[in-house]
């Protein structure tokens, strides 16, 4: 009777433990469903065990590149034979919002998760401690100061990660992070030596040398950094069928520019080069566009949770306040301020000579450049030439006057010298080309040049076809501009608003200016200016500008396009009424 009854006591916890297995089995497959179905933020940022699995490269077919540092990557992945899952390897982190898995309805995908690997590769022993890592179970005679330790190696400890907070289980006050923070690993410091006398506890790097007894150490150790990985699951293999994976991500990006031949008169030739900068990852044979425009990317600067790079409570974080407007930095150019003379070389420099544009791609406000296939490692920067065509141009010599009258309606004149004399202008020798080609020209460095000499450098701004755009060379000596503005009236309190008072002040403006150059130029003047224009002789094109409806006076531009022949001057005038406020 005891006999049976242990039997069946036995036969009772054998059955329960099948049953816990068997719960823990559905608790698992439960939790690895709930898992999928989630964002990948909320999966455990662990390292999988499955490291033997190889893991493949997502085969990049595109990039566009846009100026900012961003590309679209386009990639595809083949689905290997036999199996119903498989591992990609993400080339860059990809920003939120904008990863997308696409596939034919033949393809049985199930679900795709985004997990942590180890990367798989081994690197050098740098350190002593590293060595002694890459050799557990060798005989070894350690020196520590005075001493030596000979024994096996048992136990060498690895690095590890600082513990991260956990914001969302129970218990530990003060875990939830709102920042960004880059979690330090401590540092191990332990090794145990099995010694005839025991096991021997010790601190590796106290250790001066290191002999191995017993054969030729290894030199090489695994890298432990941590790789993010898609695992896609089919719900059957379906070998050779390809899907594609698309997303914005940081680290490559493409920098133009031109140079502008103007040897011939009246026909300018025209090169575009592209620098194509990749610090994201290997491009074999992908197809590259170079993108230009001024597109909208919002959330640009913030990683998509697929990366793992940030755990769920860091990216509600970023979504509140790291939402991205990408200002465009302000462009500054170096001024020559006197004039440069150069000595005839032996040999002009070679203008390039890369052909006419290639008929690029239109996307709504966008336009992308074929840049064709490109092979290149991470870390290179590859040259690109684009077109080398021919445009009409002419030079123009331009005198921009600014407004003298703030918002506030303050006179801030400085022109004139201590001795009341006028003060000379700045005037710039330009030229405006007609884009005649195929393709708008971003904006971009350009450079002058003239028989193989650079003239100058500046910005030639964004010129979509048949448009035109004007370029400085450099400031001009051959012409001489002076102004002064005088006043000829004043009605004092002629206004009340707002709680100030204003006099209606009329000025009288003269511009002058001169060419002593042995050719005939060509002059443009702008001015800008708060008030009502009353006069001007000769009569210029006259705007008003939206830029004066919230200020005491209208914002007028005046533009007059005037011939100089050689050796001639001259003077134009114009008057306005500006209310001044006291």
Not at 119 to 131: L, R, Y
Not at 139 to 167: F, N, W
Not at 380 to 393: C, D, H, N, Q
Not at 436 to 453: D, I, Q, Y
Request: charged content about 20%.
């Amino acid at each position: 009777m005891r006999e049976a009854a242990a039997r069946e006591h036995a036969a009772g916890a054998g059955n329960l433990s099948e049953r816990v297995d068997a719960m823990k089995r559905i608790h698992y497959a439960m939790s690895v469903c709930i898992v999928a179905g989630l964002a990948p933020m909320l999966c455990e940022r662990t390292t999988t065990a499955q490291t033997s699995e190889s893991v493949a490269s997502l085969d990049l077919q595109q990039i566009a590149l846009f100026k900012n540092g961003l590309g679209f990557f386009v990639g595809q992945a083949t689905c290997p034979e036999g199996k119903t899952s498989f591992r990609i390897a993400l080339p860059t982190a990809p920003s939120h919002g904008t990863f997308w898995i696409s596939y034919p309805s033949t393809l049985p995908v199930l679900r795709a998760v985004a997990r942590q690997t180890e990367s798989g590769k081994t690197v050098d022993a740098i350190t002593i401690p590293e060595i002694l890592r890459a050799n557990p179970g060798k005989k070894v005679r350690l020196v520590i100061g005075d001493k030596e330790v000979v024994g096996i190696l048992r136990y060498v400890a690895q690095d590890r990660e600082t513990p991260r907070p956990e914001p969302y289980l129970p218990g530990g006050r003060g875990l939830v992070t709102r920042e960004y923070q880059t979690w330090p690993q401590v540092q191990a410091g332990l090794v145990i030596v099995e010694t005839e006398t025991g096991e021997l506890s010790l601190d590796p790097r106290a250790v001066t040398q290191v002999a191995f007894l017993d054969g030729k150490a290894e030199r090489r150790l695994p890298d432990r950094s941590e790789l993010a990985v898609l695992e896609v699951q089919l719900k059957s293999p379906a070998a050779g069928q390809t899907l594609t994976v698309t997303y914005l991500g940081k680290g490559a990006t493409w920098a133009p520019s031109y140079m502008v031949d103007i040897t011939d008169a009246g026909k300018a030739s025209i090169s575009a080069k592209a620098l194509i900068v990749n610090d994201a990852c290997q491009f074999k044979n992908a197809a590259v566009q170079l993108v230009t425009g001024f597109p909208h990317l919002q959330f640009a600067d913030i990683v998509s949770p697929i990366a793992l790079k940030t755990d769920l409570a860091q990216f509600l974080q970023a979504l509140t306040t790291g939402q991205s407007e990408r200002g465009r930095a302000d462009i500054m150019s170096n001024v020559v301020s006197q004039r440069v003379a150069y000595a005839p070389g032996p040999a002009e420099a070679a203008m390039p000579a890369y052909g006419a544009a290639e008929a690029g791609q239109t996307a709504e406000d966008l336009f992308l450049y074929p840049a064709g296939r490109i092979d290149m490692a991470k870390g290179e920067v590859a040259y690109v030439p684009l077109f080398t065509e021919s445009v009409l141009y002419r030079h123009i010599y331009q005198w921009d006057i600014p407004d003298y009258v703030d918002e506030d309606g303050s006179y801030r004149y400085r022109g004139d010298r201590p001795d009341n004399t006028p003060q000379q202008q700045q005037v710039w020798h330009s030229i405006r080309l007609t884009n005649s080609t195929r393709v708008p020209w971003t904006t971009a460095p350009a450079e002058t040049v003239k028989g193989g000499v650079i003239l100058g450098q500046d910005t030639l701004s964004y010129t979509p076809p048949a448009a035109e755009s004007t370029l400085r060379i450099t400031q001009a000596v051959g012409v001489k501009a002076e102004q002064r503005e005088l006043e000829t009236d004043r009605k004092r309190d002629a206004a009340q608003l707002y709680g100030y008072s204003y006099d209606l002040v009329t000025v009288r403006g003269e511009l002058s200016a001169i060419n002593i150059q042995d050719k005939p130029v060509t002059l443009e003047i702008t001015k800008m200016l708060s008030g009502e224009m009353k006069s001007a002789d000769p009569s210029p094109k006259v705007e008003k500008l939206a830029a004066g409806l919230r200020r005491m006076n209208s914002v007028v531009k005046l533009t007059w396009t005037i011939d100089l022949p050689p050796a001639a001057q001259k003077t134009l005038i114009y008057t306005y009424e500006v209310y001044i406020r006291r």
